[in-house]
């Protein structure tokens, strides 16, 4: 066989029971962790957006910042008197595996993390307490959908938090019979984004290819948005990668201009991944096309 070997099998084996001595330990001891911290709650493949500590009056308190991977929110991890056992750099890590153990100081919080190239650390810290929270600013994240709409990687309504959805369904409401109060929100076109990114590569390679369709025809945008297909199975990340990344770094600006007209908190911090591609455009030769 070539996939499902034996190797696989016993890797497969190691982790189910990796998984049920956690479960174990927890369905044993879920009375001494956080309400927050139960059996539905993962943290997997969720990613870390930014890490700051400040002082508190009881030492040094740990923020995680977190996008979240089954809910597509934004929410806070605080690690209050944080005490690091073992470190790492935390800022744009996947979260891979976590534990969580009370101790008589408060707690123990285990990470295993991973980078772009998937290679594997670890984060522990000792903590008084650990609290999750909601950021008081929309994340820049959290207007994304709605603001360039049908764009390559489509995420569901859910990527809005609870605060943007209400504006969001407020101005959908207003387009059946007005709404005075319509706070209007920045909008980019996603074909025009398509378009940019690829001129950006400077590829010969794409611009050849592309001298064969019109400008601003169906033809083109398909054309341009299957490179673009083709260039995220070969060359960068799918949604939290290099095209993702242009897109917001596009509409921060726009989003900054919205935040300081209506008076509404935004939070326009991004990760630049690693090896950006339009700091590194790829050879053509590394470029498949349609």
Same mark, same amino acid.
């Given at each position: 066989?070539?996939?499902?070997?034996?190797?696989?099998?016993? $890797?497969?084996?190691?982790?189910?029971?990796?998984?049920?001595?956690?479960?174990?330990?927890?369905?044993?001891?879920?009375?001494?962790?956080?309400?927050?911290?139960? #059996?539905?709650?993962?943290?997997?493949?969720?990613?870390?957006?930014? @890490?700051?500590?400040? !002082?508190?009056? $009881?030492? !040094?308190?740990?923020?995680?910042?977190?996008?979240?991977?089954?809910?597509?929110?934004?929410?806070?991890?605080?690690?209050?008197?944080?005490?690091?056992?073992?470190?790492?750099?935390?800022?744009?890590?996947?979260?891979?595996?976590?534990?969580? *153990?009370?101790?008589?100081?408060? *707690?123990?919080?285990?990470?295993?993390?991973?980078?772009?190239?998937?290679?594997?650390?670890? &984060?522990?810290?000792?903590?008084?307490?650990?609290?999750?929270?909601?950021?008081?600013?929309?994340?820049?994240?959290?207007?994304?959908?709605?603001?360039?709409?049908?764009?390559? &990687?489509?995420?569901?309504? #859910? &990527?809005?938090? +609870?605060?943007? !959805?209400?504006?969001?369904?407020?101005?959908?409401? #207003?387009?059946?019979?007005?709404?005075?109060? %319509?706070?209007?929100?920045?909008?980019?076109?996603?074909?025009?984004?398509?378009?940019?990114?690829?001129? $950006?590569?400077?590829?010969?390679?794409?611009?050849? *290819?592309?001298?064969? &369709?019109?400008?601003?025809?169906?033809? +083109?945008?398909?054309?341009?948005? @299957?490179?673009?297909?083709?260039?995220?199975?070969?060359?960068?990340?799918?949604?939290?990668?290099?095209?993702?990344?242009?897109? %917001?770094?596009?509409? !921060?600006?726009?989003?900054?201009?919205?935040?300081?007209?209506?008076?509404?908190?935004?939070?326009?911090?991004?990760?630049?991944?690693?090896?950006?591609? %339009?700091?590194?455009?790829?050879?053509?030769?590394?470029?498949?096309?349609?």
């Amino acid at each position: 066989m070539k996939y499902y070997t034996k190797a696989w099998y016993n $890797r497969v084996l190691q982790m189910s029971k990796a998984e049920n001595g956690y479960q174990k330990y927890y369905a044993a001891h879920s009375g001494e962790l956080p309400d927050w911290y139960t #059996s539905r709650f993962r943290l997997h493949d969720s990613k870390i957006i930014h @890490a700051t500590t400040e !002082k508190s009056d $009881r030492g !040094k308190d740990l923020t995680l910042k977190i996008f979240h991977d089954e809910s597509h929110q934004i929410f806070l991890l605080k690690l209050r008197n944080a005490k690091i056992m073992e470190s790492t750099l935390l800022a744009g890590k996947y979260l891979i595996a976590d534990e969580l *153990y009370k101790t008589n100081g408060g *707690y123990e919080f285990h990470l295993l993390l991973a980078d772009d190239k998937n290679a594997l650390s670890y &984060f522990t810290a000792a903590c008084a307490g650990i609290e999750k929270a909601m950021p008081d600013a929309l994340p820049l994240y959290s207007l994304y959908e709605y603001c360039i709409p049908g764009r390559l &990687f489509y995420e569901s309504e #859910s &990527f809005y938090n +609870r605060k943007t !959805k209400e504006i969001v369904l407020k101005e959908r409401d #207003s387009n059946r019979g007005g709404d005075p109060d %319509l706070i209007p929100l920045p909008k980019l076109h996603n074909a025009d984004l398509h378009g940019e990114f690829l001129q $950006r590569l400077k590829s010969p390679k794409i611009s050849d *290819y592309l001298r064969q &369709f019109k400008e601003d025809t169906k033809e +083109r945008r398909s054309a341009e948005y @299957a490179i673009l297909t083709a260039l995220n199975r070969g060359v960068f990340n799918t949604l939290t990668g290099d095209y993702e990344y242009f897109c %917001l770094s596009k509409l !921060k600006p726009i989003a900054e201009k919205w935040s300081n007209k209506h008076n509404i908190a935004v939070d326009t911090h991004l990760i630049l991944p690693k090896n950006y591609i %339009l700091n590194h455009p790829p050879a053509d030769e590394e470029i498949n096309l349609p």
